[in-house]
């Protein structure tokens, strides 16, 4: 059973930066799209970037510029590093895996479908 632990959140000011981590257990998949999406409270979640196992990514236009998604060498580990953070950038952030799949690079979504695998979630606040 694969499990996705996050870590990393915290509070940061306008324009500070956080590097969220994702620890992955029990993958055994050669191939898989990972990545990041997000939830503000009272808002829908939203994809905010992906990497695949051969390590494409793509990230939502609100990020590009500022978030990088990648992973370590072994790929046990995914991060997102986060600069220039916006008071918009609250939420709580969610790693998620979907395994057997790339990610979608052809359309509006980051993924295929939605991932099957998804962490507990870290929460990220920006003060402005």
């Known amino acids: 059973q694969v499990q996705l632990v996050e870590s990393g959140g915290g509070s940061v000011q306008a324009g500070g930066s956080l590097r969220l981590s994702c620890a992955v257990y029990?993958?055994?998949?050669?191939?898989?799209?990972m990545g990041w999406f997000r939830q503000a409270p009272g808002k829908e979640r939203e994809g905010v970037a992906v990497?695949?196992?051969?390590?494409?990514?793509n990230y939502v236009d609100f990020v590009k510029g500022r978030f990088t998604i990648s992973q370590d060498n072994n790929k046990q580990t995914l991060y997102l590093q986060m600069n220039s953070l916006e008071f918009e950038d609250t939420a709580m952030y969610y790693c998620?895996?979907?395994?057997?799949?790339?990610?979608?690079?052809?359309?509006?979504?980051?993924?295929?479908?939605?991932?099957?695998?998804w962490g507990q979630g870290t929460q990220v606040t920006v003060s402005s």
């Open positions: 998620a895996a979907d395994y057997l799949t790339y990610c979608n690079n052809g359309g509006d979504n980051l993924w295929y479908n939605p991932p099957k695998y």
């Open positions: 029990g993958s055994t998949y050669s191939t898989y799209c």
């Open positions: 990497i695949d196992s051969d390590g494409w990514t």
